[in-house]
C-alpha cells in the first residue's frame, strides 16, 4: 500500500506470503522491499485490536501529510555529534550536503537535495518586469567569488564495528514485570561513546540481548511478551521494559552493544579534489575547502558533492540584489523569477530567490528579494572591445 500526496491511500500490487499471529514484542526486525516507486517513510503501530479494512491500517482521516521529500542521495554510516535543537542539525546537514530545508507557506517542510541545481530551469515561477513590478534592481558579478579548486573531506568509518558497552550483565535476582507493567532501568555510560542499538529478547542476557523468562529461576525465555525500548539523554541510557502479555515475566539482565572505532583508532579523513582548468586559466587557482562536518562518509559522495560546488563556483554568478517589487506572497525561496528591466538594467535573466525582506511602514507594504543567476556568464569574453590608441605614438620607453 501507498499514500499518495492526496492522502488517498491505495494498493500497489498484491504480496505473496504467508501469515502467522504475531504477539506483542516479537517482531524484532522487518524487512521491506520496494520497486518502480519511492517511499519516503513507514509506520509501525502497536493496536490494541487488529485492523481489518484499508482505512483502519492506514489510520486514514486521522493524520495529513506535513512533508515533501527528495530521495535520499548521501548514505550514512555513522551519525557525528550533534548540538543544539532538532532544527539546528536540519540545516547543518543542508548546508554541507548543499540541501535546502524550509517551511512553506502551507506550514509543509521540503527537503529538497543538490540535484534540484543540477539542471538549468527554463520556466519560472514568476515573472516580475520594470512596466509595473520593479522599482529598483542592483547587479554584481563578483569575480572574487570565484571557486575553481575544491577540497572536500569525507570520513572513513570502515574501521567500525559494534562492541558490548561495560557495566552490564546479569542481575543478582530476577525482577518481576506484572502483567501491563514497565520496568525502567538507568545506565549511565561515557558521553563519548555512541548510542546503543535496542536488544533482542533471550533467555539470558547474552549480548545484544535483554534476558526475559516465563519464571524467576527458569530458563525458559518469554519471547514476544515484552515491548523494549532504549533512550539515550547525556550520559544515561534507559531500558524500557513494557509486558503486553496477560502473566508475570522476569527481568534476568541485559548487555547493550554500541558502535566503537575498531582498536581505538580513530576514523580516517580523505580529501576529494575537483579542479576547473579553464577558469583556473582566467582566474588563476582560486581553492575552496568544503566542511562536511562529518556528514559526508563515502568517496563517491564526496566527489560528486566536489564537482557540484566547482560548477556551481567556476565562473562568477551574478547577483542580483534590493529588486523591490510589488509585493507578491506567492514568492517564496527557492523559486524560480524572471526579471525583466526594459528602462534601467535591461535585464532579462532567470533567478533562484534567495533572499526575501518584507517591512510594512505607513499602511504600505514594501517587499524586497536578493536574487542569484540560475548560470553563470561563462568565460568572459572580450569581443567588440577596441584598445585606446597611444596618446603618443612616438614615445620612447624608458629602460
Not at 530521495?71 to 557525528?80: H, K
Request: aromatic share 6%; with cysteine; glycine share 8%.
Amino acid at each position: 500500500m501507498v499514500t499518495d500526496r492526496t492522502n488517498v491511500p491505495a494498493v500497489l500490487a498484491e504480496v505473496y506470503g504467508f501469515e502467522l499471529p504475531v504477539t506483542f514484542g516479537n517482531v524484532y526486525s522487518a524487512g521491506i522491499a520496494i520497486q518502480q516507486c519511492r517511499a519516503e517513510a513507514f509506520q509501525v503501530s502497536v493496536m490494541p485490536t487488529r485492523p481489518t479494512t484499508l482505512a483502519e491500517i492506514t489510520q486514514h482521516g486521522t493524520w495529513s501529510r506535513t512533508a515533501r521529500l527528495d530521495t535520499p542521495i548521501d548514505p550514512l554510516r555513522v551519525i557525528p555529534e550533534v548540538s543544539g535543537s532538532a532544527w539546528d542539525a536540519i540545516t547543518e546537514i543542508a548546508r554541507c550536503t548543499l540541501a535546502t530545508a524550509e517551511f512553506d507557506a502551507d506550514g509543509i517542510f521540503r527537503w529538497r537535495n543538490r540535484t534540484r541545481w543540477t539542471n538549468v530551469p527554463t520556466v519560472p515561477d514568476v515573472t516580475v518586469t520594470s512596466a509595473r513590478e520593479i522599482a529598483s534592481v542592483t547587479v554584481s558579478e563578483e569575480i572574487d567569488a570565484c571557486r575553481n579548486n575544491i577540497t572536500v573531506p569525507w570520513t572513513n568509518w570502515r574501521n567500525v564495528k559494534l562492541t558490548p558497552l561495560p557495566g552490564f550483565g546479569e542481575e543478582t535476582a530476577s525482577i518481576a514485570i506484572a502483567a501491563g507493567a514497565t520496568l525502567r532501568r538507568e545506565f549511565t555510560i561515557s558521553e563519548d561513546r555512541y548510542d546503543p542499538r535496542t536488544p533482542q529478547v533471550a533467555e539470558q542476557a547474552f549480548p545484544d540481548c535483554v534476558g526475559i523468562t516465563t519464571t524467576a529461576t527458569g530458563s525458559t525465555g518469554a519471547h514476544g511478551v515484552v515491548d523494549v525500548r532504549v533512550q539515550r539523554v547525556g550520559g544515561t541510557v534507559t531500558l524500557s521494559l513494557t509486558n503486553r502479555g496477560t502473566t508475570t515475566v522476569y527481568y534476568r539482565g541485559v548487555y547493550l552493544i554500541a558502535l566503537t572505532h575498531d582498536n581505538g583508532s580513530n576514523p580516517v579523513t580523505i580529501l576529494a579534489q575537483s579542479q576547473h582548468v579553464q577558469s583556473q586559466g582566467y582566474y588563476g587557482i582560486q581553492h575552496y575547502a568544503h566542511d562536511p562536518k562529518g556528514w559526508i562518509q563515502d568517496s563517491n559522495t564526496a566527489v560528486t558533492l566536489a564537482g557540484a560546488l566547482r560548477e556551481a563556483g567556476a565562473w562568477p554568478i551574478p547577483v542580483i540584489s534590493d529588486v523591490e517589487i510589488l509585493p507578491d506572497p506567492r514568492i517564496e525561496l527557492g523559486d524560480v523569477v524572471r526579471v525583466i528591466d526594459h528602462t534601467g538594467t535591461r535585464l532579462n535573466t532567470l533567478a533562484w530567490v534567495t533572499g526575501i525582506k518584507t517591512s510594512g511602514e505607513t499602511g504600505s507594504v514594501r517587499q524586497v528579494l536578493t536574487l542569484r543567476a540560475v548560470a553563470s556568464t561563462g568565460a568572459p569574453v572580450d569581443s567588440g572591445l577596441t584598445p585606446d590608441p597611444p596618446v603618443n605614438p612616438g614615445a620612447l620607453l624608458s629602460t
